[in-house]
């Protein structure tokens, strides 16, 4: 079969194993409806602690287990996914092909998979959710941590790691050093091309989720950090506004007190030099961390795509 129409489905998995057997299968479904498609799995166990009940195996599909030594985190271990079969999977001498990264518990649905292949020829296509399925407190949530995305990075964020890759653009992918943080930022940050498909979200197979609110905000500010440098521009620029503004009114208050008779109260011009300080001390400490940021550029760091073996269990 030509490696044009393979599809490597990688997921990580912690103590999701239920979950992992009825992906296992929905895959399956997907094999049997499009023949002309070799559906893999690659599995990234994430220290999972609880021992697997269930039957992973399948007669169709190859489905291949990687072990880590320990729990590293979701993002990770699609890092590691990703370097694994760029390195060990990936037919080196062609192009052909895709690695589709998609959770393990049935929220990315198998069915959207070929679609976002055949829409990932030059590019990474990410889905994109037009319906979700959370509850209201999840999507107000959600709307807030988009909004303020958008105003410390000037960037709009629409998806997660519900995503197709062509082999062509999976080496690329596995040097980026910002995917170990945050996968789906740090290839949005590192200019690839991309592309996005409408879906709705499915519903979780079996259990709970194992992401918990403190764990949502993490992952969050995990995507934010990618734009570091991006934010403290940002910063910098809004703090310069203020600086200008609070001294047009500094300029006002000077002005009505020497030249008019009009009477400004004693402690307008207080607060104004209290808030005024407090913009000159952002604007001052931003001004320090992006310098440091960018020094820190002087120290090149080689690309390494086998990190990933370091994590690997033997």
Wanted: hydrophobic residues 45%.
């Amino acid at each position: 079969m030509s490696t044009q129409n393979r599809i490597i489905c990688l997921t990580p998995v912690f103590n999701d194993w239920e979950s992992f057997s009825f992906l296992i299968k929905d895959i399956r479904e997907q094999a049997d409806l499009n023949p002309d498609y070799e559906f893999n799995i690659v599995a990234i166990n994430d220290g999972s602690t609880e021992e697997n009940h269930y039957d992973l195996s399948d007669e169709k599909i190859d489905v291949k287990i990687v072990n880590l030594k320990t729990n590293v985190g979701h993002q990770r271990a699609i890092a590691i996914g990703i370097q694994y079969v760029a390195n060990e999977i990936k037919n080196s001498n062609s192009h052909d092909g895709h690695v589709v990264v998609l959770d393990s518990d049935g929220e990315d649905k198998p069915s959207d998979v070929l679609q976002m292949v055949k829409k990932a020829k030059d590019k990474v296509i990410f889905a994109q959710r037009v319906k979700r399925s959370e509850s209201i407190g999840f999507k107000v949530g959600y709307f807030f941590y988009k909004l303020i995305f958008e105003l410390l990075t000037g960037k709009k964020i629409s998806f997660g790691n519900f995503s197709a890759i062509p082999f062509s653009l999976i080496s690329q992918i596995a040097i980026l050093p910002n995917i170990w943080n945050h996968y789906a930022s740090s290839i949005s940050e590192s200019r690839l091309p991309i592309g996005v498909y409408p879906t709705n979200r499915g519903t979780r197979y079996a259990g709970k989720s194992k992401m918990n609110t403190m764990n949502l905000i993490i992952h969050g500010f995990s995507s934010i950090s990618i734009y570091f440098d991006k934010l403290c521009f940002r910063v910098l620029k809004f703090s310069f506004f203020l600086l200008v503004f609070f001294a047009l009114i500094i300029g006002f208050v000077l002005y009505s007190k020497l030249f008019t008779d009009n009477a400004i109260p004693g402690w307008a011009s207080s607060l104004i030099l209290i808030v005024l300080s407090i913009v000159v001390q952002l604007f001052s400490v931003t001004f320090i961390i992006l310098l440091f940021q960018l020094s820190f550029r002087k120290s090149i760091t080689p690309p390494n795509s086998e990190l990933y073996k370091s994590f690997i269990h033997e």
